[in-house]
């Protein structure tokens, strides 16, 4: 049920430089790399639009006219298909465009997630609004977005998205202290700590990039001193408002167990492309015999 949610606005944070992709990012923005056949940003709003959040507020960076182009039609490509009688690329072309209005506000100065998320303080007002970050693709046979909602009109906090990961892997992401709750499917945010040292971290709960954020965020986030990598982070604001007391203080961490794809990241976006491929009607057959011999002659 997704008819009268409160949650209606998302935030997609796309502002940042991609260095690890570099020098693909150098002129356009990691978020538009194909994953198969269409943009990783793509398979993002679709998942926010599927969620029932019909205004979308991308925070882009420099490079933003490949973004807003790719949201936006071509009259003249889809004439050319209408006049050969390609109905199916036709489709495949007007997906992007169908999936409701999208908002664009510019991040002058990549200063961190936390930052590009306080750009949206304006669009958003008052209310809960979610954010999925713009490079992190959740498989959309597999429900979190809507998880997460139920569990903010409920707990009316802020709420976040968790990942078991191998111990050894924790110092990439965010990591969580939590506890559980009687009774309920999600936990207790006692405490977050941004890419811990392996032997100091509190769990192997990773933080992943899809939050449900109390609007108190964004007084919070005006106080934050820049963290780990001298930026903003997301997670130190999320840290202080799980201490905090009064409305619109505490976090709850729905445990995702579904599959997640971190195209950011050069070996998890080329296992989110074979994955993803193999599993496609028209690649599948294919691909998925040769990927056996191509691995067997190893
Ligand atoms: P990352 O932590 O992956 O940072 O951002 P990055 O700078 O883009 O990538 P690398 O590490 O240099 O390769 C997570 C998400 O937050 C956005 C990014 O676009 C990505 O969707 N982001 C990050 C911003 O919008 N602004 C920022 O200042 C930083």
Not at 114 to 125: D, E, S, T
């Amino acid at each position: 049920m997704t008819e009268n949610r409160r949650v209606i606005k998302a935030v997609i944070p796309a502002a940042g430089l991609g260095t690890r992709f570099l020098p693909a990012t150098k002129a356009m923005p990691k978020e538009m790399l194909p994953v198969v056949d269409q943009p990783a940003i793509q398979y993002v709003v679709a998942e926010a639009s599927k969620a029932g959040l019909t205004d979308v507020l991308m925070i882009t960076g420099r490079s933003k006219r490949a973004l807003e182009d790719h949201f936006d039609r071509v009259p003249s490509m889809e004439a050319t298909l209408e006049a050969k009688g390609d109905t199916e690329k036709l489709r495949r072309v007007q997906e992007a465009t169908d999936l409701g209005e999208i908002h664009y506000i510019r991040q002058r100065d990549p200063k961190g997630l936390g930052h590009a998320v306080l750009c949206a303080k304006q669009h958003v007002g008052n209310e809960a609004f979610a954010v999925l970050l713009g490079d992190d693709l959740i498989d959309e046979r597999d429900e979190l977005l809507s998880i997460m909602i139920d569990v903010q009109e409920k707990t009316g906090g802020s709420v976040i998205a968790v990942m078991e990961v191998e111990p050894e892997q924790i110092s990439a992401y965010g990591c969580a202290d939590v506890s559980a709750v009687d009774g309920e499917g999600y936990v207790k945010v006692n405490g977050l700590v941004e890419k811990p040292a392996v032997e100091d971290a509190p769990s192997n709960l990773a933080v992943i990039g899809r939050y449900v954020l109390h609007p108190r965020v964004f007084e919070i986030l005006e106080e934050t001193q820049p963290g780990r990598g001298g930026e903003i982070q997301l997670t130190d604001a999320l840290e202080t408002l799980a201490a905090a007391d009064g409305p619109g203080s505490g976090v709850h961490a729905v445990v995702f167990r579904g599959r997640r794809y971190d195209t950011g990241d050069k070996l998890s976006y080329l296992q989110a492309i074979i994955s993803l491929a193999c599993e496609r009607e028209d690649l599948g057959p294919d691909l998925l015999p040769w990927l056996k011999d191509f691995v067997a002659g190893r």
